[in-house]
């Protein structure tokens, strides 16, 4: 937590209130458990949340029971020992693509793609992440 929150947040928890709309920034990790889980059916997410089932439903842009059941099915995947390894993963995945970047450019100018460049990092991430998934289910 900032120095600037905690003079002026009480508990964690700052209000701010502008002309068209109030806001609240919580920033106790088992004050926030309570928001979003306990009391997810309080907080209903705006229309505009709505573009983001582009490709179909999702927990972005759910609301009451159905956020519910898609965060109980998503839950597992975001047990600390998973996010530890996906933070590992993603610092080598990163780490191999600069190394393969500084290589190409040790031959001069380097020109790339980097939309596609980015593609093969994320593939390479989530195809690990997965495998370890696979792998320590029981």
């Known amino acids: 937590m900032s120095p600037l929150f905690k003079k002026v947040a009480k508990k964690g928890v700052l209000r701010i209130t502008g002309p068209d709309a ?3 920034i919580i920033a106790e990790p088992e004050l926030i458990k309570d ?5 997810a059916d309080l907080f209903i997410k705006p229309d505009i949340y709505g573009m ?3 490709f179909g439903t999702n927990i972005v842009g759910l609301n009451d ?3 519910k059941k898609h965060r109980a099915v998503a839950d597992p995947a975001f047990a600390e020992d998973h996010m530890d390894f996906l933070t590992k993963s993603s610092y080598n995945s990163g780490t191999l ?3 393969k970047l500084e290589t190409k ?3 001069g ?4 793609d980097a939309h596609q460049e ?3 990092v994320t593939l390479d991430i989530i195809g690990k992440v997965s495998f370890e998934l696979v792998l320590t289910q029981k």
């Open 105 to 107: 450019r040790a031959n």
């Open 97 to 99: 693509a600069i190394e």
């Open 109 to 112: 100018r380097l020109v790339i």
């Open 35 to 39: 928001v979003a889980i306990r009391k």
């Open 65 to 67: 029971s159905y956020w």
């Open 22 to 24: 109030s806001r609240i």
């Open 52 to 54: 983001l089932n582009i």
């Open 118 to 120: 980015m593609q093969l």
